[in-house]
């Protein structure tokens, strides 16, 4: 199916592909992915940004006395789910939310990225991702409840005997595919029941579109097996938690600008001070890219998580790496975010810090090239290595911060992740877990 162009060609293969309803999707502030869904008889009006939803039901939005919001859909974004009921086919569009005089809004996950976007192309740059989504598919009980059970023992790039799991991550490769999506690779991850699919770079706009239906789909399709997916962080204790890696470069007059053939670690300067912009603003982040309580549990030492701030050329325990591959395929891989991230905040973020660091020249000191987990305190000290946020808590006092951040992500959503982020915390502290009544609940 060729990519529409504009409004007009975007009505014209809905009729062609016998779509009966089209699903405007959009994302709320956390990430969650919500929908308008309208009959065939509307879809002209729907693309011309006519569908008004009520804002103030959507969290982190707008108040009840100011609730009506428009959705933009953006023609490119057509896609066709392939599957097909007796109720007929169904599309999905991705849509920018506006304002009901049509302006953008503050609050719009999709603009924000847009707009840091185009802050780069006014410099001349073009930002590509490729984005690496783990997930964990488990079994349902007896009456459809998700469970933290599977079937699977396989490990690292297993060939195990075909289950359900396979077949499955096998069947969602298959649907991306076929819905116009770039799927580089996917493979069975370490821990049992871990999996992942790799997608090719593409524009930031674009690859955060992808990494959100592509949440969909991943757990459409796992029902469709009689499978739970999850892509919580860290389901299991003592396995490998979720991370949703980011591959990405800055290419100028069609050039990859992190490249210099004759520099050092063939790394230009440009690109250094891009890797610094992310290292500067990497705690301050963590609470867009690891937006969970869960996620931290995730960031400790021993299960291939970053834990420190710091970049490598090689290794794979400081926060960024440089891809083994030089000219065109020079790449940084941003190791921090997890997938329980709103993908849009999480690129507007760290393009937003690199392009900062590019800014000021910025520099992100020598590589550590050392197994950062086994070092001593007094070590990573000297290096001047630190510590990523040890908690959500921590990891809001670190965003809190950084006014940089805030500034880019506007006061609206900024405030918005602040005051829901603490309300979390503040319910997580408050609960008595199983783990402190299996501890102290006999012995005190």
């Known amino acids: 199916m060729a990519e529409p162009t504009d409004t007009q060609h975007a009505l014209e293969l809905a009729k062609q592909e016998r779509v009966r309803f089209l699903r405007l999707q959009f994302t709320d502030i956390q990430g969650s992915i919500k929908n308008v869904e309208v009959p065939e008889h509307q879809f002209k009006r729907a693309l011309d940004g006519q569908v008004v939803f009520d804002g103030s039901s959507i969290d982190g939005f707008f ?6 919001m428009l959705l933009m859909p953006d023609p490119a974004t057509f896609r066709v789910f392939p599957w097909e009921d007796r109720r007929g086919k169904v599309a999905r569009m991705i849509c920018d939310v506006r304002l009901p005089d049509g302006s953008s809004f503050a609050g719009c996950p999709r603009t924000v990225l847009k707009n840091v976007v185009q802050e780069a192309a006014q410099k001349g740059f073009k930002f590509l991702a490729g984005l690496e989504v783990e997930f964990f598919l488990f079994l349902r009980g007896a009456d459809g409840q998700a469970t933290r059970i599977t079937h699977d023992v396989g490990g690292y790039f297993d060939l195990a005997p075909v289950d359900r799991g396979e077949e499955a991550r096998r069947d969602m490769v298959s649907t991306l595919e076929r819905m116009g999506f770039q799927v580089e690779a996917a493979h069975h991850e370490v821990a049992p029941g871990q999996h992942e699919i790799d997608f090719k770079l593409e524009d930031a706009v674009a690859a955060a579109d992808t990494i959100s239906t592509c949440r969909f789909l991943v757990r459409k399709i796992a029902l469709d097996h ?3 997916a999850t892509f919580m962080p860290k389901p299991l204790f003592g396995q490998n938690g979720l991370g949703m890696n980011v591959y990405q470069a800055l290419y100028k ?6 490249h210099d053939p004759k520099a050092k670690y063939r790394l230009s300067d440009l690109g250094l001070s891009y890797i610094a912009g992310l290292l500067e603003h990497a705690r301050g982040m963590a609470v867009i890219t690891n937006p969970l309580v869960n996620s931290y549990k995730r960031l400790v030492p021993n ?3 970053p834990t420190h701030v710091a970049w490598s050329e090689m290794n794979r325990s400081p926060l960024i790496r440089l891809s083994s591959r030089r000219g065109e395929g020079t790449l940084c891989e941003f190791r921090l975010p997890d997938p329980a991230c709103n993908p849009y905040l999480c690129l507007a973020a760290i393009l937003r810090s690199g392009l900062e ?11 550590v090239n050392k197994d950062i987990y086994t070092m001593s305190q007094r070590e990573r000290s000297r290096l001047r290595v630190q510590n990523l946020p040890g908690d959500l808590s921590e990891a809001i006092r670190a965003f809190e911060k950084d006014k940089f951040l805030q500034s880019a992500l506007g006061p609206h959503i900024s405030n918005h992740i602040v005051e829901a982020k603490r309300s979390e915390w503040q319910e997580y502290i408050g609960q008595v877990h199983p783990w402190e009544l299996e501890r102290y609940l006999a012995y005190y």
């Open 357 to 367: 660091g590019i800014r000021v020249k910025s520099s992100p000191g020598a590589p």
């Open 253 to 258: 007059s069609g050039k990859n600008a992190f």
């Open 303 to 305: 299960y291939e998580a």
């Open 226 to 228: 009689g499978l739970h």
């Open 63 to 68: 108040r009840v006395e100011e609730s009506d």
